[in-house]
């Protein structure tokens, strides 16, 4: 069973960047596809981006694209997500997880993106 850690969320103005990190241990991910996804606060879970396991395929939620990038490096079996030009309605717990969800598979703590205007 796959673990996974999120990281490098934080406190940014708008218009900023950050780069989001996910971790996997517990087993490799380097066949897997893997997605970002979001919750803001009173809301569901929602889809941002996903990436094939050779990152040949990526989709990306219409209220992202052209701002998000997501990437990977399978010899550290480490997902990235980069965000750019941060609104503050991408204020959310950003996780990470294997694309298409498995049911196996938990979801990890996330790591916090709080844009201020």
């Known amino acids: 069973q796959v673990q996974l850690v999120e990281s490098g969320g934080g406190l940014v103005q708008a218009g900023g960047s950050l780069r989001l990190s996910c971790a996997a241990s517990?087993?490799?991910?380097?066949?897997?596809?893997m997605g970002w996804f979001r919750q803001a606060p009173g809301k569901e879970r929602e889809f941002v981006a996903s990436?094939?396991?050779?990152?040949?395929?990526?989709r990306y939620a219409d209220a992202v694209k052209g701002r998000f990038t997501i990437s990977r490096d399978n010899a550290k079996n480490t997902v990235y997500l980069r965000m750019s030009s941060l609104k503050p309605e991408d204020t959310a717990v950003y996780y990470c997880?294997?694309?298409?969800?498995?049911?196996?598979?938990?979801w990890g703590q996330g790591t916090q993106v709080t844009v201020s205007s």
């Open positions: 997880n294997v694309f298409p969800i498995e049911s196996t598979t938990p």
């Open positions: 990436i094939s396991w050779g990152g040949f395929l990526i």
């Open positions: 517990g087993r490799t991910i380097n066949r897997t596809a």
